[in-house]
């Protein structure tokens, strides 16, 4: 790598870096970024204790869902949608270059926009993929989606254009014979846990990853009585 590459490198982490941070101080606030900040610089090579909560969403075809944002215009991405890519990097923290890699693959990004300004997404992954907050990697049925994120801007929220993103990818795909939308949120983002369950999602399972040093250890418990743990989960991968 040249100098001139080594730089942008670096110049694009940093900013990726402050993307970050600005992002979870407006969704967590600044305590709560500041502590997880300190825990991971500290602490993060020695001792990681996490909890994730999955969901899941029964799929079945349906005539055109109802939108109640009719004025805000929708539209799945491409891989030329370079400079939508730019945007949800920026309003989400999720790097450009894994949207462009899950939709080359056999993803799925719904965009909703507000002319040419991003005002929410939600990015859906299908076959091999990874729960991102435990680093763990995920093995999908060829019926079953997982909904990697979905974000919404903040002068947006409060006027329902989450659940006109989830209808829309309902309904995209169940039109192409998927059968489940798995997703999942950790126990602090107490909101999309609300909305979830509010768009029909059943809390399933819940994973708890300790690792102290290079020992690791995820635990699975059932929320829902009489069913074991499903999801195909390769912990050993990564």
Known sequence: ??????TKSIGRKIAFFRTRTRVSVRDFGVWHTIFRGIMDIIFGK???????????????????PEIRNPAIQFSFLTANDSGMMAQIEDMSAISRDFIAERIGRTGFCIVAKNKESLAGFNLVSTG???????????????????SEQITVSKEYRRGGLASDLRQMMFAHLAGRGY?????????????????????????????????????????????VPGRAPALLLDTKSR
Request: hydrophobic share 45%; net charge positive.
């Open 1 to 6: 790598m040249n100098n001139g590459n080594f």
């Open 46 to 64: 020695i001792f990681v204790y996490r909890k994730y909560i999955v969901y899941e969403k029964q799929l079945t075809p349906s005539a055109a």
């Open 128 to 146: 091999r993929t990874r729960i991102r907050y435990l680093n763990v990697v995920l093995n999908l049925a060829e019926s079953d989606a997982w």
């Open 179 to 223: 059968k489940r939308l798995i997703g999942g949120y950790v126990p602090f983002n107490v909101k999309s846990g609300l909305l979830a369950r509010k768009l029909g999602f059943v809390e399933t399972e819940k994973l708890t990853l300790l690792r102290i040093f290079g020992w690791k250890k995820l635990s699975r418990q059932s929320l």
